[in-house]
Nanobody
Framework: VQLQASGGGLVQFGGSLRLSCTAS???????MGWYRQAPGLQRELVAF???????KYADSVKGRFTISRDNAKSAVYLQMNGLKPEDGAVYYC?????????WGQGTQVTVSS
């Protein structure tokens, strides 16, 4: 499975971005997540949605970010509102199926203060 992430860019403090990730195959039975990694820091989970629509978020983004999925399009989205400079990172899309993990190439998000 290949994952293609897009939608990153430069945005001002308080702005919004919508990240998209499209898979080359079906995502119907998979959990989908967005992770991010800032320079010098470990990759961290931002948001996750399982195949039944259950979601979980990192405490730092709760109330500002929303993850969603469209199985018909094999896509997962991350709507990011109220962006802060500390949200700046490379964002990676992840597909998790049992013991398998697939990663997209990452998309850069930069938030100016």
């Amino acid at each position: 499975v290949q994952l293609q992430a897009s939608g990153g860019g430069l945005v001002q403090f308080g702005g919004s971005l919508r990240l998209s990730c499209t898979a080359s195959g079906s995502i119907n039975s998979a959990g989908m997540g967005w992770y991010r990694q800032a320079p010098g820091l470990q990759r961290e989970l931002v948001a996750f949605i399982n195949n039944e629509g259950y979601t979980k978020y990192a405490d730092s983004v709760k109330g500002r970010f929303t993850i969603s999925r469209d199985n018909a399009k094999s896509a997962v989205y991350l709507q990011m509102n109220g962006l802060k400079p500390e949200d700046g990172a490379v964002y990676y899309c992840n597909l998790h199926y049992f013991t398998l993990d697939y990663w997209g190439q990452g998309t850069q998000v930069t938030v100016s203060s």
